[in-house]
């Protein structure tokens, strides 16, 4: 049986994927459509094809050999946004991840390369498979060479031999070259002969056969105005014929015996799914090969496992490792827990622990130092057992969170390795990944595994505590991110109280409310049918009402919401459906999907706080995700009435910090301007829209203003034109304009920018307010793309950066302050820019100073910072 060559077209795969997908972005703000729907291809191509041998070929540049004979050669083309040009680097990480061969050569274009290898294998009797999105490689299909060419999407192809070639386009690859020389070929600029499309071209091929030969016997042509067109056109004819022919002989250096396939390690891949953030595309990789643990490091361990536990055993610093085998510490149990000191190291099972005096004496005992691994968890995890630890003074996982922030991996063997300690396994080597998790059968395997970790975070303590001192961070670990993890956890230990019967009666309303939208599509398509079925939905639009048709699938047409939006003023049954859409998710996602997280013993819903994710440092929550509660609809907001406080009398808080980011980055500017708006209280979009316009504040349409509001934040968040003309939905030029105009206004903001670069390419890293870092190591790359993005980071993380630094510290201010005041009123969520309390009504008046005074003072700023609150009954209420 032939050897198998897949080869595939990189620009064309990645460009194709960047528009049938929105834009994504992971935690780190990187895009990721293009290499997610690239990803999806490859996993189909290596789970089906199984290759022995494969590649991705890449366009190394703009100009080619091709450029010589025509310079205007893909000179219609519009730049490629730079969301997309910045995920190529990504694309090829990850390739390399995969352990796929990627090349491209100068001068030269992807199908050059494809072209030389594809004929090479196919004579070397290998059976080649092309994947792209050009018609232009169905010119190498022959008997041993198919070509897989994109549809709609990524991962739906028509696959093309010679005899599917000749039934679907009416001509053989050989005239593939012929065809586009007559007809041209808009999207690379290939002129063709005008007035000449595909119907015609085949016509003419079919005749004559080649273009040579039409033009032989120019005479027998029908028509008089087609054959005055052949006439005048014809050095164009040659010459699009020229453009189009893929050199086959191009003179690359990669052979196939360098496309040989080895596999991939699924450690590997899954490592950088997991920072993409593909997490979906992990569980398909799991059935791989996975490297072993390096045991060469490996040395005997001599473990006390204890039963009564006695409190000579503690030294006054110890590591502390609470044990759980699920994320969901609200929950799962303590599998057992490990203590090592200077000379011994200890194994408690936990139900020794909990019935022991001396161990909640030592846990709850704060002159005895306690060094952990994650401490929200470990406070949490053991709150449940009546036990309220204290004495923390060292967290590994938020140490190594500060110090490598770009890293996705913060479990102990993770950060051991990283900083050179022995080998230690890795979690799911014991218990198992996935579904299939569990404790292991025979105990001493988790005894010894929980005492490597313990031992191994002994070991790490001080390095990583100099690392932090030398970068200037350990007063941000030590008194920002320490003290907040503690305030973190007895939050989610807390939770919120839920009226599961509001969320019930809601669910009754959005029912009902689902129902008559329902019944008035229907009276508008004029017969009932699935609404949910997009088999169902696309012949009422497309075929009966006659809508215009914008995207169609391998199934029928498209029916996603891009295309509807496409529809809205199309048609009043396409408003209809959109809303049906979104209470549907309202109602399954949200109100559903609280029901079910309520705690069935406290009533409470205790969602859990991410600390060391983001690499801004901004806060996240999950399980459930109460920071993303829509709000944009009223039903959504709704959702809301269903928080409630835990005891009658009291009422919920909110505060919130108004346009923080902005005001951050008018501080760190130093935009006189902006500071100047602050200062006066000036309506700050209205303000921008008047400059970047140039007209007076009375004069600012609600129009302008909104194009200034998107503007104003697409600047913090770093927005290109392609971003911003996708937000407002005007052309990549208006919005550059507008962007140019905004930083001419603000020329202070422009300076900001041009400095940050400056310091980033100094010193590797931009930094907050306190001393938060992110490191940009491609910032001097020579990628283009690379570095572009790099830039745009140093631009944008010190802003957002810096503003969620100022909540934190908010919340650990605000805490203190309602001991001092020995007010009851608790914490209970931050949601971005905003804390939620509960608190006594008669605290209420106290708690409007307390709040504002305390969030408006935590930093100081040369522009002040400005606090909303309100109070209610409800979340809702206080909003």
């Known amino acids: 049986m032939a050897e198998k060559?897949?080869?595939?077209?990189?620009?064309?795969?990645?460009?194709?994927?960047?528009?049938?997908?929105?834009?994504?972005?992971?935690?780190?703000?990187?895009?990721?459509?293009?290499?997610?729907?690239?990803?999806?291809?490859?996993?189909?191509?290596?789970?089906?094809?199984?290759?022995?041998?494969?590649?991705?070929?890449?366009?190394?540049?703009?100009?080619?050999?091709?450029?010589?004979?025509?310079?205007?050669?893909?000179?219609?083309?519009?730049?490629?946004?730079?969301?997309?040009?910045?995920?190529?680097?990504?694309?090829?990480?990850?390739?390399?991840?995969?352990?796929?061969?990627?090349?491209?050569?100068?001068?030269?274009?992807?199908?050059?390369?494809?072209?030389?290898?594809?004929?090479?294998?196919?004579?070397?009797?290998?059976?080649?498979?092309?994947?792209?999105?050009?018609?232009?490689?169905?010119?190498?299909?022959?008997?041993?060479?198919?070509?897989?060419?994109?549809?709609?999407?990524?991962?739906?192809?028509?696959?093309?031999?010679?005899?599917?070639?000749?039934?679907?386009?009416?001509?053989?690859?050989?005239?593939?070259?012929?065809?586009?020389?007559?007809?041209?070929?808009?999207?690379?600029?290939?002129?063709?002969?005008?007035?000449?499309?595909?119907?015609?071209?085949?016509?003419?091929?079919?005749?004559?056969?080649?273009?040579?030969?039409?033009?032989?016997?120019?005479?027998?042509?029908s028509g008089k105005k087609l054959k005055e067109k052949l006439e005048s056109h014809k050095e164009e004819a040659f010459m699009s014929q020229k453009l189009v022919t893929i050199e086959r002989k191009a003179p690359i250096t990669i052979k196939l015996a360098d496309l040989a396939y080895p596999g991939y390690e699924s450690r590997e891949v899954g490592q950088i799914f997991r920072e993409l953030g593909f997490q979906s595309l992990v569980g398909r990789i799991e059935g791989n090969t996975e490297e072993a643990t390096n045991d060469e490091n490996w040395e005997e361990m001599e473990i006390s496992v204890v039963t009564e536990v006695n409190r000579d055993m503690f030294t006054g610093k110890e590591v502390l490792v609470v044990e759980m085998l699920s994320d969901n510490y609200h929950q799962a149990p303590i599998e057992t827990i490990a203590i090592v000191n200077e000379t011994e190291k200890y194994v408690i099972d936990i139900e020794d622990a909990v019935k022991s005096d001396a161990f909640k004496a030592w846990a709850e005992d704060p002159s005895m130092e306690k060094w952990v691994f994650d401490a929200k968890r470990t406070l949490v995890a053991l709150m449940r057992y009546g036990i309220n630890t204290k004495g923390i003074s060292f967290d590994l996982l938020l140490a190594s969170y500060l110090a490598n922030p770009s890293e996705n991996h913060h479990d102990i063997p993770a950060i051991s390795h990283r900083m050179g300690e022995s080998a230690v396994k890795y979690d799911e080597e014991v218990y198992g990944k996935g579904a299939k998790i569990k404790r292991p059968e025979n105990v001493e395997i988790l005894h010894e595994h929980v005492a490597r970790k313990a031992t191994l975070l002994y070991k790490l303590k001080d390095s990583m505590e100099e690392e932090l001192k030398k970068n200037n961070q350990f007063e941000l670990y030590n008194e920002l991110e320490l003290p907040l993890a503690f305030i973190l956890g007895r939050m989610e230990h807390h939770g919120v109280q839920v009226d599961a019967g509001r969320l019930k009666e809601m669910k009754e309303e959005l029912d009902g409310r689902l129902k008559t939208i329902e019944q008035e599509v229907y009276e508008l398509a004029g017969e009932s049918f699935n609404l949910n079925s997009p088999k169902q939905l696309g012949p009422i639009l497309f075929d009966k009402l006659q809508l215009p048709v914008i995207k169609k699938t391998k199934t029928g047409y498209s029916t996603s919401a891009d295309v509807l939006e496409q529809l809205e003023d199309k048609h009043e049954i396409i408003p209809k459906i959109l809303l049906y859409r979104q209470l549907g998710k309202i109602q399954s996602t949200y109100i559903e999907g609280l029901l079910k997280v309520v705690n069935e013993e406290t009533g409470k819903i205790h969602t859990r706080f991410n600390q060391a994710l983001t690499q801004t440092g901004r806060l996240s929550s999950i399980e459930p995700n109460l920071q993303n509660i829509p709000i944009r609809l009223e039903e959504g907001r709704k959702i809301r009435q269903a928080f409630i406080?835990?005891?009658?009398?009291?009422?919920?808080?909110?505060?919130?910090?108004?346009?923080?980011?902005?005001?951050?980055?008018?501080?760190?500017?130093?935009?006189?301007?902006?500071?100047?708006?602050?200062?006066?209280?000036?309506?700050?979009?209205?303000?921008?829209?008047?400059?970047?316009?140039?007209?007076?504040?009375?004069?600012?349409?609600?129009?302008?203003?909104?194009?200034?509001?998107?503007?104003?934040?697409?600047?913090?968040?770093?927005?290109?034109?392609?971003?911003?003309?996708?937000?407002?939905?005007?052309?990549?030029?208006?919005?550059?304009?507008?962007?140019?105009?905004?930083?001419?206004?603000?020329?202070?903001?422009?300076?900001?920018?041009?400095?940050?670069?400056?310091?980033?390419?100094?010193?590797?890293?931009?930094?907050?307010?306190?001393?938060?870092?992110?490191?940009?190591?491609?910032?001097?790359?020579?990628?283009?793309?690379?570095?572009?993005?790099?830039?745009?980071?140093?631009?944008?993380?010190?802003?957002?950066?810096?503003?969620?630094?100022?909540?934190?510290?908010?919340?650990?201010?605000?805490?203190?302050?309602?001991?001092?005041?020995?007010?009851?009123?608790?914490?209970?969520?931050?949601?971005?820019?905003?804390?939620?309390?509960?608190?006594?009504?008669?605290?209420?008046?106290?708690?409007?100073?307390?709040?504002?005074?305390?969030?408006?003072?935590?930093?100081?700023?040369?522009?002040?910072?400005?606090?909303?609150?309100?109070?209610?009954?409800?979340?809702?209420?206080?909003?």
């Open 5 to 221: 060559l897949v080869l595939i077209d990189g620009n064309s795969i990645a460009y194709r994927a960047f528009f049938a997908l929105p834009l994504l972005n992971n935690d780190k703000g990187v895009y990721t459509n293009a290499v997610y729907g690239f990803t999806t291809m490859l996993l189909k191509v290596l789970e089906e094809d199984q290759p022995e041998h494969i590649l991705v070929a890449f366009d190394a540049g703009k100009t080619t050999f091709r450029h010589k004979t025509y310079a205007e050669y893909k000179g219609g083309r519009q730049k490629t946004p730079p969301e997309l040009s910045e995920q190529f680097p990504v694309l090829k990480e990850l390739l390399e991840a995969f352990k796929i061969p990627h090349y491209q050569l100068d001068q030269y274009e992807a199908d050059d390369i494809i072209g030389t290898l594809a004929t090479e294998a196919g004579n070397q009797g290998y059976d080649v498979k092309v994947i792209s999105g050009d018609k232009d490689l169905l010119q190498l299909v022959t008997d041993k060479v198919k070509v897989s060419l994109t549809k709609k999407g990524i991962t739906n192809v028509d696959t093309y031999d010679p005899s599917f070639m000749e039934e679907k386009m009416g001509v053989r690859p050989d005239q593939i070259i012929d065809l586009k020389a007559l007809m041209g070929d808009s999207s690379d600029n290939i002129p063709g002969v005008p007035g000449v499309g595909e119907k015609t071209a085949v016509k003419l091929l079919n005749q004559f056969d080649k273009l040579e030969q039409v033009y032989d016997h120019l005479d027998e042509v």
């Open 645 to 879: 406080p835990a005891k009658e009398g009291w009422v919920m808080f909110a505060s919130d910090y108004s346009q923080i980011e902005l005001r951050v980055l008018a501080h760190i500017a130093n935009d006189e301007k902006l500071i100047t708006a602050f200062r006066e209280g000036q309506d700050i979009h209205t303000q921008t829209a008047s400059e970047v316009f140039g007209v007076i504040g009375e004069e600012v349409t609600s129009q302008m203003r909104r194009q200034a509001k998107a503007v104003n934040f697409g600047i913090v968040y770093g927005i290109s034109d392609y971003g911003l003309s996708q937000s407002l939905g005007i052309s990549r030029k208006e919005a550059q304009a507008f962007i140019d105009r905004y930083l001419e206004s603000y020329p202070g903001v422009k300076r900001y920018m041009d400095e940050s670069i400056q310091e980033a390419k100094q010193r590797g890293y931009v930094s907050t307010f306190m001393n938060r870092r992110r490191y940009l190591p491609d910032i001097t790359s020579r990628n283009f793309n690379k570095r572009g993005f790099a830039e745009r980071t140093a631009m944008n993380t010190p802003i957002q950066g810096s503003a969620a630094d100022v909540i934190k510290k908010a919340m650990l201010d605000l805490d203190q302050r309602l001991k001092d005041e020995k007010l009851q009123a608790t914490l209970l969520l931050q949601v971005h820019d905003e804390l939620i309390l509960e608190a006594p009504e008669e605290e209420v008046e106290q708690l409007k100073e307390v709040v504002a005074s305390v969030m408006e003072q935590t930093v100081e700023l040369n522009v002040p910072l400005k606090v909303d609150y309100s109070y209610g009954p409800t979340w809702y209420d206080a909003k």
